[in-house]
């Protein structure tokens, strides 16, 4: 997962919202009209964050006649939560620390 990606999806997690969406889809495909009976937001405000989450790979649709179908995708989660992981265990190193022009 590059930087770039890793970004779009951490920003479409920093809305309570989205992350509330998310909980909802976790016990598995809900359509659109669930998930606006579960929250309080408009069926355009709605829209607008599903589009954030699809374009961010967190979420898929389909469209069944005119109901569209909402799935979380469990892999970018994965991924994203490796990535934090990752972060987390990181080591400081002291070559960056010696390179500092303030050390000299």
Same mark, same amino acid.
């Given at each position: 997962m590059?930087s /770039?990606?890793?970004v779009?999806?951490? *920003?479409?997690?920093?809305?309570a919202? !989205? ?8 016990? %598995? ?7 606006l %009976?579960?929250?309080a937001?408009?069926q ?5 964050? /599903? *589009?954030?989450?699809?374009?961010? %790979?967190?979420?898929?649709?389909r ?8 799935? !979380?995708?469990a892999?970018?989660?994965? !991924?994203? %939560?490796?990535c934090?992981?990752?972060?987390g ?13 303030? !050390?000299?």
């Amino acid at each position: 997962m590059d930087s /770039m990606e890793t970004v779009k999806i951490l *920003k479409a997690l920093a809305d309570a919202n !989205r992350l509330h969406i998310l909980e909802l889809l976790g016990s %598995g495909e809900q359509c659109a009209c669930v998930l606006l %009976g579960n929250l309080a937001l408009s069926q355009p405000t709605l829209s607008h964050h /599903m *589009k954030i989450l699809c374009d961010a %790979g967190l979420v898929t649709s389909r469209k069944a006649g005119k109901w569209i179908y909402y799935t !979380r995708q469990a892999e970018t989660l994965d !991924r994203i %939560g490796a990535c934090l992981q990752a972060l987390g265990h990181t080591t400081p190193t002291d070559d960056l620390a010696t390179d500092c022009r303030c !050390r000299e």
